[in-house]
C-alpha cells in the first residue's frame, strides 16, 4: 500500500484503539497508526538524535528546520501556519535522544496542509546560514547599524538556554542525567550549554541534519478517524520516495555499569526568594535501572517507584518529606523513562548543608524498612485504580499523549504497542504478584540496595554564580571577538545588518497552503443542558456526555462575603483542604481513600470575570472530582466527610504541606515569568485583576515562602479556620455533573443527597462588599434548544467607585533573562469590540511582534493576547539582558502605532481569523462540556454572537480599536518587568522596584 507492508494488526480495547504497524519498503521508515474514532487527528515525526556534545545541535536544528524549506521557501513557514490553518496543536521538541514534529486538526484538508509543510521542513530544509545565525546564536553588534557598538551574543536558542538554566531544577536534572549516563549522548545537554552554543558551526548543523534526518532513523505516528490510506500515500509521494534506505548508526549503547558507587557536587545561584536561609542544599541518590525496551519490567518498575514516593503514605514520602529535613523531594524524582537505561531517584531540597549525611542514611534505611515490610495491599490497589480510571479518562489531546507515552521507547526499538496494551501490563503484574507475594520487596533489592551503579548528587548555592556564569560567558565572548580579523569583522558587522534586512523585508507566503474563512463552520454545536434545583436551593447542571463510564462532579463556592484580609490564604486552603484529613480518616487514610474512589480531587482558587462589566467579577472555590461510575456514592461520601468534617488539628503535616507548596511555587517562576509580569501589571487595571494578583501572582509566591518560614503556623490556621465558616456549605453554591446520559438521574439523586448532607447557614451573613449582584445566567427563548429548567445564579460582586491607574513596577529576580507584561484595559466578553480586540491581538502577534521580539530581539517568544476579562496584553518570554527590557517595551509601542497605521492587509486579517477560530473552536473534552455556562455563564447563544462578530471583523473595524484602545492615554494601562537589576528602571522614579 503505497510502498508499505503492514506487518501488525493490533486491538487495544482498553483503549478503544486498534494498532496498526506498518513499514516502508524503500527505506525502512517506521510508521504506527493508531485508528480511534477521535476527530483530533494527530501526526508526528521524530528522528533518533544523538549529540555528543552541549553546542544543542539537535535543538538549534529542530528550530532552524522550521525556517523555510524547499517547497516552501518562505521564511517561517512554520510561524506562518499557525495563522494559515486550523490545528488544534502544532510544536516541535529536542528530548535527550531524539526529535519530535507533531501537529493535530480536526479539518481533513488541513491535515493535509500541515503534513506537507512537516514534511518539507524535517527532510527537505533549507537550512540558511543567516537563519542558523537567527534561531542558534551569532556574534552581532549590541546595534547592528553600528559598527563601533560592542560585539554580544545573541540568537533565540541561545537566550533560550540561558533562561532554562536560570531554574536550579533544571541545573539539577541535567548534571543528574549527564552524570549517572556518562559514556555517550546522555553526557551531552542536548538543548544546549549556553558556553558551548558558541562553539556549534553551521557546516556542523548541516552534517548533523544529512546523517540524523533521514527516513531509515524516522518514526511516523498518525492518529484519529481519518483514513491511513491517503496519509501514507501522501508521506511516500511527498517524502519517503525519494530516499534510499541507509543504516543511520545512531543506536545508542547500553551505559557500562559501575563496580562502585559514585558522589557529584554542583553549584547554582541562591534562592532569590529565601534570602539568607541556609537551608538551600539539594541531595538526591539515583540507581540505573534495566533498558526501558523491557516493558513488562518498566511497568513494574514504574509501580514499584510511584509506591516508593507517591502520596504520604509512601516510604519515601514519610522517612524524607516529614522528617522535616527539607522542604520537598529534589528534582526528577521516581522513575524516570526517557533515557534507553532508565533510572530512579530520591532525594530533598531546602535541606541544610550539615544534615546532607543524614537524608542519605534515611535513603539507606527506608529501603531495607521496604524490603522487610513491603507494601499494604490498599496501596497497590489504589494505583491499579489509577491506572483504570486514567484509561476511560477521555482527554482532547489523547494522541498527543500517546504519541509521548511511546516516544523513548520507540526510539530504541522497543514495541510500541505492547506500552499501549496497559489491560495486558496490569494483568501479568497482578499475577507476578500472586505467584510472589515477595516480588516487590526483590525488586528493590535487586535493583536498589545491590545496585552499584548508584549516584549521589548534591547541589549547594553560591552567592556568586550568577556573577561567575556572567564572567565566564564575557570570557567566551572575548575569546571569541579576539579570534576575529579585520576581515571577519566586516562580515560580522554586514551579515547583521543582512539578517535585520531579511528580518524586516515583507514576506510573501503565498506557496504556503492555507485555509479560507469559508472553512469554518458558521455557527457553533449545541451543547445540551439542564438545570435543577437539588437540596432546595442548590442549582445543579447536568451534561449527558460519553464519558465512557466515568463521572464528573464540581461545585463552585461563591465566596461574596469573604473579609480581604483572608483573601491571600484562599490558596493555601484549598492546597492544604484535600491533604490534612476528614471525618474519622487521619491525612493518610484520606489520600489512600481519593486513590482508590477517585481520579483525584482538586480544590482551586477562581477569579471569574463578568462578561459585561470589566468592573463586575465573581471570587470563590471550585471543587473538580471523577471517578469510575461504581465509585460514584463512595466518592460523594469522602467530599460529604471533607465539607462537613475537615480536619486542620495536624500542625506538623501542615507545616510539610506549606513548604512543599511555597518550594513548588518558587521553582516554577523561571518558566513561567511573562505570567507573573502579566498578573502583576493588570493589577491596577481591574478588581478582579487586583484579586488575581492576591490568588496567583507574585504576591502569593512571596507571602507562601514568607509562611514556610515561620516558626509558629497557628495564626495561619487559624485564618484557615475563618476561611472554611464562609464556605464549607451549601450556601451560594452550585453544582454541575457530567456523566452518561442513561446515568444522570442517579447522578442526580447521589449529588443532591451530598447536597442535603451539608450545613446551611442559620443567618444570612452581612456581604464584606456593598455592592453585590445576583446575576441569574440567560434561559431564554434564544437557548431553549440547549438549556432547559432553572438558572444559575452568580453571585457578583461589583466596584462601582474602582478607579484604574497606571503603574510600572520591576520584580527583581536575578535570573540572567527577563519577562515582560504590558496590560491595557478594553471591552468586556459582551461588548462588540471584544471581538475585534482578539483579532488585533493575534494579528499584531503574527505579523509584528514576533519579528521584533523574537526575531530581531532574540527572546524566546512574545506576543498580544485578549483575555477573557477584556484586558489586552503584551509580553515577552526570555528576552536578553539588559538593554533589551527597554527595547522590549519600545516593540510593544511600535506595535500599536503599526496597528493604528493600518499596516496590513485584508489577507491578514482574515488569516488572524483562522487562528482565532483554531482556539474557539479547539475540541472539548466530554468531561469539560458546559463548563463555561456554569463557571462564566456564558451561553450558546453569547458564544454564537461573539462567533458572528469575529466573522464581520474587517481592516477598517480593527484600525479603528487600535486607535480607541492602544493609542497614549486613551486607555489605563500598566507595566511589569521581571528579571535582573536595570539601571534604567533604577534611575527611573517613574518605576515602582520590588
Known sequence: MHGYTVSQVTPVPELFLTAVKLDHDGTGARHLHLAREDSNNLFSVQFRTTPMDSTGVPHILEHTVLCGSQKYPCRDPFFKMLNRSLSTFMNAFTASDYTMYPFSTQNPKDFQNLLSVYLDAAFFPCLRELDFWQEGWRLEHEDPTDPKTALVFKGVVFNEM??????????????????????????????????????????????????????????????????????????????????????????????????????????????????????QTTVSVSFLLPDITDTAEAFALTLLSTLLVSGPSAPFYKALIESGLGSDFSPDVGYNGHTRDAYFSVGLQGVAEADVARVRDIIDRTLDDVIANGFEDDQIEALLHKIEIRMKHQSVSFGLALASHIASCWNHDGDPVELLQLGAQVAQFRRRLEENPEFLQEKVKQYFKNNRHKLTLSMRPDDQYSEKQMQLETEKLRQKVSSLSSEDKRQVYEKGLQLQTQQSEAQDASCLPALKVSDIEPSMPCTELAVALAAGNVALQSCGQP??????????????????????????????????????????????????????????????????????????????????????????????????????????????????????????VPDSGHLYASIRANKTLTPAGDLQETFSGMEQVRLMKSIAEMADVKPVLSQLLLIKDHMLDRENMRCAVNAAPGQLSWVQQVVGDFLAGLGQRTRERKPEHPHVVEKPVPNG????????????????????????????????????????????????????????????????????????????????????????????????????????????????????????????????????????????????APSDKGLDHFLYGLTDEMGQAQREQLFAVHRGVLIDVAHRYLSDGRSAHSLALLGPENARTTSDPSWVIQ
Open 547 to 668: 464519558t465512557n463510564g466515568v463521572t464528573y462532579v464540581r461545585a463552585f463556592c461563591s465566596l461574596p462575603a469573604l473579609p480581604a484580609a483572608l483573601r491571600p490564604y484562599v490558596p493555601l486552603f484549598c492546597s492544604v483542604l484535600t491533604k490534612l484529613g476528614c471525618g474519622i480518616l487521619d491525612y493518610r487514610q484520606q489520600a489512600q481513600q481519593i486513590e482508590l474512589k477517585t481520579g483525584g480531587i482538586a480544590v482551586t482558587p477562581q477569579v471569574l470575570p463578568d462578561s459585561s462589566h470589566l468592573d463586575t467579577y465573581e471570587q470563590g472555590v471550585l471543587f473538580s472530582s471523577f471517578c469510575l461510575e461504581r465509585n460514584l456514592q463512595d466518592m460523594m461520601h469522602l467530599w460529604g466527610e471533607i465539607f462537613n468534617s475537615p480536619r486542620f488539628e495536624e500542625e506538623q503535616h501542615f507545616r510539610v504541606l506549606v513548604k512543599m507548596a511555597a518550594q513548588e511555587l518558587a521553582n516554577g
Open 781 to 924: 427563548p434564544g437557548d431553549s434548544a440547549c438549556l432547559s429548567g432553572s438558572h444559575i445564579t452568580r453571585k457578583l460582586i461589583t466596584a462601582p467607585t474602582f478607579k484604574p491607574y497606571p503603574m510600572k513596577t520591576h520584580l527583581v529576580l536575578p535570573f540572567p533573562v527577563s519577562y515582560v507584561g504590558d496590560c491595557v484595559r478594553t471591552a468586556p466578553y459582551t461588548h462588540p469590540d471584544h471581538a475585534s480586540l482578539r483579532i488585533l491581538a493575534r494579528l499584531m502577534t503574527a505579523k509584528f511582534l514576533h519579528t521584533q521580539i523574537r526575531e530581531k530581539g532574540g527572546a524566546y517568544g512574545g506576543g498580544a493576547k485578549l483575555s477573557h476579562s477584556g484586558v489586552f496584553t503584551f509580553y515577552s518570554y526570555r528576552s536578553p539582558r539588559d538593554p533589551r527590557p527597554a527595547e522590549t517595551l519600545q516593540a510593544f509601542a511600535e506595535a500599536a502605532d503599526w496597528a493604528q497605521a493600518g499596516r496590513f492587509s485584508q489577507q491578514d486579517v482574515d488569516e488572524a481569523k483562522l487562528a482565532v477560530f483554531s482556539v474557539v473552536d479547539a475540541p472539548v
Open 162 to 279: 540561558k533562561g532554562a538554566f536560570a531554574d536550579s531544577e533544571r541545573v539539577f536534572s541535567q548534571h543528574l542525567q549527564n552524570q549517572l549516563l556518562p559514556d555517550h549522548t546522555y553526557a551531552a545537554v542536548s538543548g544546549g550549554a549556553p558556553l558551548c552554543i558558541p562553539d556549534l558551526t553551521w557546516e556542523q548543523l548541516r552534517e548533523f541534519h544529512a546523517k540524523h534526518y533521514h527516513p531509515s532513523n524516522a518514526r511516523f505516528l498518525t492518529y484519529g478517524n481519518f483514513p491511513l490510506e491517503e496519509h501514507l500515500r501522501q508521506i511516500h509521494e511527498e517524502a519517503l520516495s525519494k530516499f534510499q534506505r541507509i543504516e543511520p548508526n545512531t543506536a545508542v549503547p547500553p551505559q557500562q555499569r559501575w563496580e562502585m558507587p559514585r558522589e557529584h557536587h554542583v553549584h547554582c545561584a541562591p534562592d532569590a526568594l529565601a534570602a539568607g536561609s541556609p537551608r
